[in-house]
Nanobody, 122 residues
């Protein structure tokens, strides 16, 4: 069992930056690929970014490429999502998740955090 807790969400203006962090407890963090997903009201949960166990391989959704960066610190058991040039369309609840292999499919992630709200006003 891996417990995930997200932090760093908030309300910002368009063009601003936020850094989300996800702290993991339980299990061996470096055994898991990690991902970030988001869900806006009325929408399905969408893949944002993922990183493999060592941090040397990453995937990004097309709509965040060049703006968001995922990174991890296996010593600290954390995975971060640096979000730059935020737009109103980025408003959503952001979730951290853990999977046994690098993937973009939400159905293959085994453990989820409770989410953190990001609101971007134009």
């Amino acid at each position: 069992q891996v417990n995930l807790v997200e932090s760093g969400g908030g309300s910002v203006r368009a063009g601003a930056s936020l850094r989300l962090s996800c702290a993991a407890a339980g299990g061996t963090f470096s055994n898991y690929a990690m991902g970030w997903f988001r869900q806006a009201p009325g929408n399905e949960r969408a893949f944002v970014a993922a990183i493999n166990w060592s941090g040397d391989s990453t995937y990004y959704a097309d709509f965040v490429k060049g703006r968001f960066t995922i990174s991890r610190d296996n010593a600290a058991n954390t995975v971060d999502l640096q979000m730059n040039s935020l737009q109103s369309e980025d408003t959503a609840v952001y979730y951290c998740a853990a999977a046994t292999a690098l993937t973009t499919n939400a159905k293959t992630f085994n453990f989820w955090g409770q989410g953190t709200q990001v609101t971007v006003s134009s």
